[in-house]
């Protein structure tokens, strides 16, 4: 009885074939790492975003009677302070903030702003300020308003 060796020898892939499905399962790893990258950076940039608009309404939180904010906002520890705020837009990796009150330092203060670079990068700045405003801007301005104790974006 004759067997057919050669038969049993072409039963598999070539090293070519295997090569070819490596190199197309490599390029669609690369492809998906490249968009999950620019998920997590757009992620970052919602997540610092949130925390900035979220500092209108902590700023709130400290307002006296007489309708100033607390002493040292940008600062301070106190209620109504944005400390934490801005630690959180800190850590979602914003950078170039500005935080800037209409009063002196150890004052209260009668409107506020703040503005940071996001971490898309380029000139994608957020800013939220005292009157309600929240957007992104083009670049980092924080100017003085009607008088010289007012701030905004």
Same mark, same amino acid.
């Given at each position: &009885?004759?067997?057919?060796?050669?038969?049993?020898?072409?039963?598999?892939?070539?090293?070519?074939?295997?090569?070819?499905?490596?190199?197309?399962?490599?390029?669609? !790893?690369?492809?998906?790492?490249?968009?999950?990258?620019?998920?997590? *950076?757009? $992620?970052?940039?919602? +997540?610092?975003?949130? +925390?900035? +608009?979220? &500092?209108?309404?902590?700023?709130?939180?400290?307002? *006296?009677?007489?309708?100033?904010?607390? /002493?040292? %906002?940008?600062?301070?520890?106190?209620? @109504?302070?944005?400390?934490? %705020?801005?630690? !959180?837009?800190?850590? /979602? $990796?914003?950078?170039?903030?500005?935080?800037? &009150?209409?009063?002196? /330092? =150890?004052?209260?203060?009668?409107?506020? !702003?703040? =503005? /940071?670079? %996001?971490?898309? @990068? @380029?000139?994608?700045?957020?800013?939220?300020?005292?009157?309600?405003?929240?957007? =992104?801007?083009?670049?980092?301005?924080?100017?003085?308003?009607?008088? +010289?104790?007012?701030? $905004?974006?």
């Amino acid at each position: &009885m004759k067997m057919n060796l050669s038969k049993n020898l072409k039963s598999g892939f070539t090293l070519i074939e295997l090569l070819v499905v490596v190199a197309i399962i490599g390029i669609l !790893a690369y492809v998906v790492l490249a968009s999950l990258n620019t998920a997590r *950076n757009k $992620g970052k940039d919602a +997540s610092a975003q949130s +925390s900035m +608009s979220s &500092m209108r309404a902590q700023a709130e939180l400290g307002v *006296n009677a007489s309708g100033q904010y607390v /002493a040292d %906002l940008c600062t301070a520890s106190t209620t @109504g302070s944005l400390t934490t %705020l801005i630690t !959180a837009v800190t850590n /979602a $990796g914003a950078t170039s903030s500005t935080c800037a &009150m209409s009063g002196a /330092a =150890a004052a209260t203060s009668a409107s506020w !702003a703040y =503005a /940071a670079l %996001l971490p898309t @990068g @380029g000139t994608n700045y957020f800013c939220v300020d005292s009157t309600g405003f929240a957007g =992104a801007k083009t670049s980092l301005t924080i100017t003085g308003g009607v008088s +010289s104790t007012d701030f $905004g974006c």
